[in-house]
């Protein structure tokens, strides 16, 4: 066993907390920015697969206070990065800094990748390169307060990057937080859901990834881990199986969802276009007809595009496309000066439209924008804090009646 550590944005540490349980990691232990959890290497495997709320699993190797460079430079060599790559293998340092002596993060990755490159060309006369793009092994610096923490990426891309986004629009959210509003939302997989602002369609895409119980990084062909040293792709192979496996079971338990949602004599129905035949579990809408072809192409790749319909239609006058449901949205901010105003009426127009179109059902709204949250005139019976990138947002649930 070895410790890891997951990380995620703010607001989403007990979502991927309960994820980390669920797949089996041992000793949760919650920090700010994450989770540390002890496992071995094919639950490691695992939560890269599957994990929704999660930007990348790291497994944490040194942890030293250093004031100068020899320090830092001495520090790192304790650890036998020759272990994990070929001397032919690339590599990358991701460094950042914050209220440390030292200021520069670029020199603290240079100071770094030094030092391992220096330890190599001593123990085996040569040395691996430096790559950005595609590397074989990340390593992780962060300094803090002239501490420094120094692990692995055993994700390499970020987990958030699931590989079916074709194109997005504006102000896309993450794929991993789209996943933790459902968290948030506690939507039980199977109850249909509604975006009327949906843009690019991340939340009922990861909703329908979901629900078909398709775990993300099987999506994905690669993994940091896949580089290094020691890699057990049998172990792998095993776990990738074992996820894939999943989808089995839950396609008969969404098939007989359907079922109940939508009578049984309508897909018998003669003279039903195609179109009519579709029985979505998830209906996402936008006035920008560009993004709802873009939702639609994201949807294909992701293979869950017969669950989801995407239309384009204004939010002012939309209707309840199905009897019952719930309401999940990220409508516009305005990160411009003077947008808030105008952005006022479309969260009035919103309200208005939830109170007179979808009584009985719940919405859950994304707003990074108090003010504009609050021109809803609508009471929130829960708020949840969450991060979208830099911006505090909070998910509020409104129960219309
Ligand atoms: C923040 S974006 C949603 C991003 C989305 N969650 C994603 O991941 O791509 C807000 C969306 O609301 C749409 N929108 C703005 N006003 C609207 C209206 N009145 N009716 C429908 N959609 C609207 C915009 O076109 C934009 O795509």
């Known amino acids: 066993m070895a410790t890891f550590f997951a990380l995620t944005s703010r607001g989403l540490v007990d979502a991927l907390r309960d994820e980390l349980a669920q797949l089996g990691a041992k000793n949760l232990e919650k920090e700010p920015g994450g989770v540390y959890f002890d ?6 495997y695992r939560a890269n697969l599957r994990l929704r709320t999660a930007t990348r699993v790291v497994k944490p190797i040194l942890r ?6 020899e320090d830092l430079y001495n520090n790192i060599r304790k650890f036998d990065f020759t272990s994990l790559i ?81 194109g997005t629009g504006d102000a896309p959210l993450k794929e991993h937080v789209a996943a933790g509003l459902l968290k948030l939302a506690e939507w039980d997989g199977e109850t249909p859901i509604v975006d009327p602002m949906c843009g690019s369609g991340t939340i009922l895409i990861e909703a329908a990834l979901q629900a078909r119980a398709i775990a993300p990084g099987t999506l994905r062909r690669r ?5 290094w040293k020691g890699f057990d792709s049998e172990a792998f192979k095993t776990e990738l199986e074992a996820a894939i496996a999943m989808e089995d079971e839950a396609a008969i338990r969404i098939e007989s969802a359907l079922d109940r949602i939508y009578p049984a004599t309508m897909a018998a129905d003669a003279g ?40 384009r ?17 990220n409508p516009p901010y305005g990160a411009r000066l003077g947008d808030e105003e105008s952005l006022k009426d479309v969260y009035r127009d919103l309200a208005f439209t939830l109170k007179s179109r979808f009584k009985g059902w719940s919405a859950f709204v994304l707003s990074g924008n108090p003010q504009l949250s609050s021109a809803m005139k609508l009471k929130a019976t829960r708020k949840s804090v969450v991060y979208n990138g830099l911006i505090e947002c909070r998910l509020l649930k409104y129960d219309m009646f």
């Open 39 to 44: 496992s071995n290497w094919a639950t490691v």
């Open 64 to 69: 030293f206070p250093a004031y100068k460079n």
């Open 86 to 166: 070929e001397p032919e293998g690339t590599l990358a340092v991701e460094a950042s800094v914050r209220d440390s002596v030292f200021t520069d993060q670029r020199f603290v990755a240079m100071k770094v990748k030094d030092a391992i490159v220096d330890q190599f060309r001593e123990k085996t006369g040569t040395r691996p390169s430096v790559d950005n793009d595609k590397p074989d092994l990340v390593i992780v610096v962060r300094a803090y307060k002239n501490t420094f923490s120094v692990s692995l990426d055993t994700s390499g891309d970020p987990l958030f990057k699931r590989g079916y986004r074709v």
């Open 223 to 227: 993994f940091g881990f896949m580089g």
């Open 272 to 311: 039903v276009s195609v179109e009519e035949k579709r029985r979505p579990l998830f209906y996402g809408y936008d006035v920008d007809s560009k993004v709802i072809k873009l939702a639609q192409a994201n949807a294909r790749e992701a293979g869950v595009d017969d669950l989801i319909s995407f239309r």
């Open 313 to 329: 239609h204004a939010m002012e006058t939309l209707e309840a496309p199905i009897e019952k449901g719930i309401i999940i949205t």
